[in-house]
Structure formats: C-alpha cells, structure tokens
C-alpha cells in the first residue's frame, strides 16, 4: 500500500517550508468540477461535514470519531477544549478538490490534519476498515497538536522540544493498531540487510519509512517501557533541552542505548527468518528494476510472450511492454501529461490486454474513465465514463472480448463490481451492497467472476476473502474464508495466451493481528 504524505502536522513542531508561502492561497489554484453543498453533523467532540450523497458513510463516520476521542482522551490523559472539524469526501477525487490543502492531493494522500485550524480531512475508498484507520490516526494528531499547545500555555518560552517525524507519525500508528504485512515484510528486509537506522539516525528522517518503523519502536517502547510514557512526555516535554534528554529522563535510558535494544530486539525478531524463507534473488531472474501491476500476455504480431506494466522510471508513470527475457521494451502510453491519462492509479488497479487491446482505468477530468488502447495503431479505441461511477479499479476481459469486468465506487461511496457489455456500452450492477468488492476476474469459461471482498464477519477486521460470482444468478459463494487479505485473483493458465485455467492464483496477506483484535480497539485508522 502508498504511504501518507506528512503535511502541516504540528505536533512534530515542524512546517514544511514552503508552507508559509502558499498558506494564504489555499484551493485558488485548484480546479472545482462541482459545488458540494455542506452539511453538518454535531457529535459530543466533533462537527463532522460531508454532502448528501454520503450521507450513511458520515454518520458512521462520526460514530468512529467520538469512539476514537474517548480512547485517546484516556491515552493522553487530555482533552482538548476546541471541538473538532472533521471534513469527510466519498472519494479521492472528490478530496482532491479539498481548499484545506494548498496542492492537489496525491492519492499517497489518505488524511490530513491541519496545522492552522485543526480540521481533519480524510476521503473514503470503499474499505471501511481502511478509513476507520485513518480516522484514529488524525485524531492522534489532533490531540497532539491540542497538547503541545496547552503545555506551551502552561510553560510559555519553556517548551523547546521538538519531537521528530518518527515519534508523531509512529505515534499515530501505534494507537491506531497499525502494522500490516506489508509493514512486516519491510522492517524484516532492513533489518535482515543490515539498514535499521539508530533513533538518532532517524529523528532527521523524512520519508515515509517513518510510518513502519516509528510505529513498530513504539509498539516495542509499550511492550518494554509501558504505554503511560507517551503521556508523561507530552505532560513533561517543557523539562528538557532536547528530545534525547526528554528520552533519558522519561524512559531512564540514554536514547543511544534505545537503539542498541530495539536494534537487537529487531534483529532477535527477524534473523530466524532467513532459516525459513528462500531469498527471491536465489530463485528468479530479475527482469524490471520497477514493474507495478504485470500481466502476461500474447501479441498477435509474433509468438514471444510479453508482459504489461506500469512503471515511474522515468519520473512520469508510463505502461510498457517488454518480452519475457526482459529485453525488447517498448513504451505504449505516457501516462501523466494528458488530461485522458492523468492516472493510472498503479497500486490499486491493474490492467488487462486481449488481442493486442489494453484496457485500463484512468482519472480523466474529475472521475474515472475506462480506455481502450490498440497496441498495434498506438491510438485509442474506446473510453467510457459513466455519471453515478467516480472511481474505475482493475477492469478485466471477458474470454470472448465482448465484455469487462471492473470494480466502481460511487459518488456516494459505495463499492461494487459493474459489468460493461461491448461495443454498446451497456453496464450491468452485478453487486449492490456496503462491502468493498475488488480486483474481478472471468472464470475462463465466461459464466462466472472471482474477486476479492470484505464480505465476511472478519472483514470489519480488515480481512478480505476470496469470492465467486454467477453472472446468471448474481449469487455468490465462498472459495477462502479466513483471518488473512486475499487479493487480486487470477486464473492460471499452462500457457499464458491460452483460455484454459489450470488453477486459480492469488497474493495472500496474512495479518500480523490476531482476529478480532481491531474490532475491540476501534479498528485501524491508517495515515
């Protein structure tokens, strides 16, 4: 998953620089495709505002705000007297409209609490568990940004601390249940490579390494030292000259001996590993230094099987085509210097080719659009928008050609699987409900579709399953059921330019929390 871009976050008692130039032309700059006409919602704690289309998504939305501050009120042991502004979008690309920020939001982007007037403001992608995360997480921001401003109150001139990227942020994930796999996976290959900063390497950090990282130290800080710590530093940070002395006086352990334990605690951790797992590097071949989302596949012009992807190596994201002894690569559509391919959303869709025929989704002006791109001509062949879909995710060919396949969220934040019928355009509801429907695929004789989906009494935990769909029925049934993440499920094939699926194939997460545990801690709320 992309990470969070930190911005206006003052509880590291840090501002980008650039931010006090453009602090006074917020959104002047910005496109508005639609007027939203606000509405509010007044909860103990938070006036919650949102537009009518989302208006079921913003009353659970402020139900997990007021869960939230009542857990942080007791974590902090504060509660901050101004209310908070929370500003809810039932997409990214509603958000990206926001006059909060003075940029257009990257789709890195899942919330940000600002530094001026405190408001919270997070889009919704169809995951629940996903914006239940990144809820709690703004709110530990808020409540730290509270804090500090009442101990500078408290001890003006004396508060001359300032806290770094990794604690805040870190913070932010360990209260709001962070660390998923792909967290793990990371932290195992800097430690297991020997890449583990020290805590001082890593207070002038600014990168998004800060999220796992900071968040797992102080997961460990809480399992070592005791959770109550957070709460006497904040209380007592006006005692100290800087965050090392603020460390050893706090935690009673100099902040060089803190790296030397949580360094060795990690190393404990994660060199047993490589007993167990085989390294990639000893087993495959190296083709592409940065392939996001690959498909295999046949070109009708000579007999050497190729593969698709998405890559940023030349700072712009383009799709390429290269054969399968990585040699022979070709660029076949700039992305991100048109209006029609502004993106490509490369880590949450995925393309698909059929008769030399790509179709992928792409934002085109202010939602999505499917494109159908000929590989032979290099010219566009088809594009379709469809007013009640703002965003397109992951479409996929039918067996005969004559139909896709794709995952849409409406503008009311709804998450379902539509089908497009070929050349006309018709398109098909084939799921209707509050689950997040992902990454759909044909069965290969045409009559069925397998996704992936939130739809099972764990995935208010964030776990995700494997289903299939009837296109004749529209019934489904289960294929996995489990405390885990299945996604992006695809038939495969003995040859990939055949029809014929020898199995089913598919990337499996499986979560370093136990099940159950986020429902009774409010879930995650990421970034």
């Known amino acids: 998953m992309a990470r969070r871009v930190f911005f206006l976050i003052a509880a590291t008692c840090f501002v980008a620089p650039t931010a006090s130039a453009q602090i006074n032309v917020f959104g002047q700059n910005k496109i508005h495709y639609r007027d939203f006409e606000w509405q509010v919602l007044r909860g103990e704690h938070v006036d919650l505002y949102y537009y009518p289309e989302e208006d079921e998504l913003a009353r659970l939305a402020l139900v997990y705000a007021e869960e939230s501050f009542d857990t942080l009120e007791v974590k902090f042991g504060h509660s901050p007297r101004r209310r908070i ?68 109150r408290r001890h003006p001139r004396r508060v001359r601390v300032r806290l770094p990227l990794w604690w805040s942020e870190g913070l932010a994930e360990h209260w709001s249940e962070g660390e998923d796999t792909i967290d793990e996976m990371f932290l195992r290959t800097i430690t297991i490579e020997g890449l583990l900063p020290s805590i001082e390497r890593l207070n002038f950090v600014r990168s998004n390494v800060v999220y796992p990282l900071g968040g797992s130290i102080h997961n460990w800080l809480a399992d070592r030292f005791g959770d109550w710590r957070v709460q006497v530093m904040y209380r007592d940070l006006w005692k100290y000259r800087d965050f ?46 940065f392939a996001i989302k690959p498909v295999a596949y046949r070109s009708a012009r000579d007999s050497i099987t190729r593969f698709l992807f998405m890559s940023p190596s030349t700072g712009y994201m383009n799709i390429y085509s290269m054969d399968w002894y990585g040699e022979n690569r070709e660029t076949v559509i700039r992305g991100e210097r048109s209006a029609e391919f502004e993106s490509f ?12 025929v790509v179709v992928l989704s792409s934002k085109y002006m202010e939602r999505d659009a499917l494109f159908f791109w000929d590989m032979n001509t290099g010219e566009m062949v088809g594009r379709y928008q469809f007013l009640n879909l703002v965003s397109m995710r992951s479409p996929s060919w039918s067996p005969d050609g004559t139909a896709v396949v794709f995952s849409g969220l409406t503008v009311g934040g709804y998450s379902d699987l539509y089908l497009l019928r070929l050349p006309a355009g018709d398109l098909d509801q084939l799921t209707s409900d509050r689950f997040e429907d992902l990454d759909p695929s044909f069965s290969p004789d045409g009559n069925s579709i397998v996704f992936a989906s939130d739809r099972t009494p764990l995935g208010a935990s964030g776990a995700k399953n494997l289903f299939i769909l009837d296109l004749e029925t529209l019934e489904t049934r289960y294929v996995t059921y489990g405390a885990w993440v299945d996604q992006t499920p695809r038939p495969s094939y003995r040859k990939p330019w055949e029809r014929r699926a020898s199995a089913l194939c598919w990337l499996r997460e499986r979560p370093s929390w136990p099940v159950g545990r986020k429902n009774q801690s409010h879930r995650r709320t990421r970034r």
């Open 85 to 152: 502004p929370m500003i809810i979008y039932a997409s990214h690309a509603d958000f990206e409209q926001t006059n909060i920020l003075p940029f257009v939001p990257p789709e890195g982007i899942l919330g940000v609490t600002e530094f001026l007037k405190r408001r919270v403001a997070l889009p919704f992608n169809g995951n629940y568990a996903q914006f239940r995360h990144t809820l709690r997480h703004e709110l530990v921001h808020f409540f730290q940004l509270s804090i500090l401003s009442e101990t500078r």
């Open 345 to 356: 959303h490369p880590f949450a869709s995925r393309l698909d080719v059929r008769d030399d």
């Open 244 to 289: 090392a002395a603020a460390i050893q006086g706090i935690y009673g352990v100099s902040i060089d001996d803190l790296s030397r334990q949580f360094q060795f605690y990690f190393r404990q951790k994660y060199f047993p590993s490589i007993n167990e797992r085989t390294p990639v590097a000893t087993t495959a071949t190296r083709l592409e230094d």
